[in-house]
């Protein structure tokens, strides 16, 4: 749909590579704008190692001062990123060196937006995220329920240990952490404005475990774990304590 009369357009450029904790290195965009909608096109983001993309995308607001209704279309995000390219953002990105790779699809409106085919991995293929979800009424606070599905989440010892370290974690909380070993989950997250809901499957070195767990506004947190093979006195460090089994 083309653009009506009154409109804005805007072509950005930043080539060159500045000293300061900001390095931007041939960032570019287009964007076509009016009272109706917007479009962006071409839009690169480029660090000293890393990079992110934006296929184009639409926005429609010409209803939004009158009914508060907006829709964009379906885009795609990929990068390509060293966390430690923006450590300006917070010190401790400054010890993650290693690339990570990332791409999603996200779409929506007023009424529902929804995030699709999320994956996160890095080139050593020792992590891996993949999920998706949807955020209804996101305007209504009373009504905005969130949906989030991870469908995979794969970590070895050695991203665990990196993770742990990243996030200055001390003893013995760091040594109940390596205790699991690599780690394998599976879950669901619903939050609504009544109640938090969550359940899923975790398989680590140590063992295996299911849950479901229900937290409401008036603080009542209802859980079922299950696990029929949960090694206690590794994560504890106790070699008094054994394979656990519960329902």
Excluded: W
Excluded at 69 to 78: G, H, I, N, P
Excluded at 107 to 122: P, Q
Excluded at 230 to 236: C, D, E, H, P, V
């Amino acid at each position: 749909k083309p653009l009506q009369e009154e409109f804005l357009s805007l072509q950005f450029m930043y080539p060159t590579d500045k000293k300061s904790g900001i390095s931007l290195n041939n960032t570019k965009f287009t964007l076509v704008a009016n009272k109706q909608q917007a479009s962006l096109y071409n839009f690169e983001l480029n660090s000293r190692n890393s990079s992110v993309s934006l296929d184009s995308v639409n926005l429609n607001y010409s209803e939004y001062e009158k009914n508060k209704t907006f829709s964009y279309s379906r885009t795609l995000v990929s990068a390509n990123i060293v966390p430690s390219d923006f450590s300006y953002l917070s010190p401790i990105l400054s010890h993650i060196t290693s690339p990570i790779v990332c791409s999603v699809s996200t779409e929506g409106s007023d009424k529902e937006l929804f995030v699709h085919n999320i994956n996160i991995n890095n080139v050593d293929n020792t992590f891996l995220l993949q999920g998706s979800g949807n955020v209804k009424s996101p305007l209504q606070k009373s009504l905005r329920t969130i949906n989030f599905s991870i469908e995979t989440l794969d970590a070895t010892s050695d991203a665990i240990k990196q993770i742990a370290e990243v996030a200055e974690l001390k003893e013995p909380i760091s040594n109940r952490i390596f205790a699991l070993g690599g780690i394998h989950y599976k879950g669901d997250v619903k939050i609504t404005p009544q109640t938090n809901i969550s359940e899923g499957y975790l398989k680590t070195d140590a063992g295996s475990l299911e849950y479901d767990i229900d937290y409401g506004n008036d603080k009542l947190l209802i859980a079922n774990i299950q696990t029929d093979s949960l090694n206690i006195g590794k994560i504890l460090e106790d070699e008094k304590l054994s394979t656990v089994k519960s329902n």
